[in-house]
């Protein structure tokens, strides 16, 4: 089954405990995108990838970081999480460039920091 | 107290009724549009899709408008039932390699 996957789905954790968020697909997609989602906000783009080692920030980047080692893997890395990164993060890809095609999501990641 | 951000436009309909979901867009050299639905706990997932050579497309149940002269886009669901309650999305591509998302509006369909 065509899927983009999210590792963990609810994560509770403190101020300053580095965390990692995987993502993985198995469509072959070139194109890997991070999202959050909080309340009033809508869904802002954190950071994408066109390709394997290519990555550029989206809307809000900062206290983010992103490899794309492997075509199918997109973690998003958290060094030193703060509360208000509490939000719910979407991983999505897409076969080509992210502006032009269907965006496939993740089921979503719900982290709570404290 | 409710987070201001529950406060999403919500419409209500009947079940039967047809739905129609309005976006406004803001850039004009934006050429492609997607609609995402959204249920309770989920990740977004494809409705339809139009690029701006097009004004209308149609999947099942469903029809995307797209009027250039205004930057409005609207889907149009037809014979609206209740698994259809959930938060759409439209969403455009404002350059090569992204789309940014509106903030959503929510269908709630009564039996």
């Known amino acids: 089954e065509a899927q983009v996957t999210q590792n963990p789905r609810y994560l509770i954790t403190v101020t300053g405990k580095k965390l990692t968020v995987t993502c993985s697909q198995n469509?072959?997609?070139?194109?890997m995108s991070w999202y959050r989602q909080d309340p009033g906000l809508g869904l802002r783009q954190i950071y994408y990838s066109m390709n394997v080692e290519v990555t550029d920030k989206g809307d809000v980047p900062e206290g983010y970081k992103v490899s794309r080692k492997e075509k199918r893997n997109f973690p998003l890395i958290l060094e030193s999480p703060s509360p208000n990164q509490t939000s719910l993060y979407f991983c999505?890809?897409?076969?080509?460039?992210?502006?032009?095609?269907?965006?496939?999501f993740g089921p979503g990641t719900r982290l709570t920091v404290t | 107290g409710e987070s201001v951000g529950l406060h999403l436009p919500t419409l209500s309909v009947q079940e039967g009724d047809n739905s129609i979901i309005n976006c406004a867009y803001s850039n004009s050299a934006s050429d492609y549009f997607i609609w995402y639905k959204q249920e309770s706990g989920k990740g977004p997932q494809f409705i339809i899709d139009i690029r701006s050579n097009m004004d209308k497309r149609q999947g099942q149940r469903v029809t995307v408008l797209l009027n250039k002269t205004v930057k409005h886009l609207s889907l149009q669901i037809a014979a609206t039932q209740p698994g259809d309650s959930a938060v759409y999305f439209c969403a455009e591509n404002k350059g090569y390699s992204t789309l940014t998302f509106g903030k959503g509006t929510m269908l709630l369909v009564s039996p």
């Open positions: 999505a890809s897409s076969y080509s460039t992210g502006g032009d095609y269907e965006q496939y």
């Open positions: 469509m072959n997609h070139e194109y």
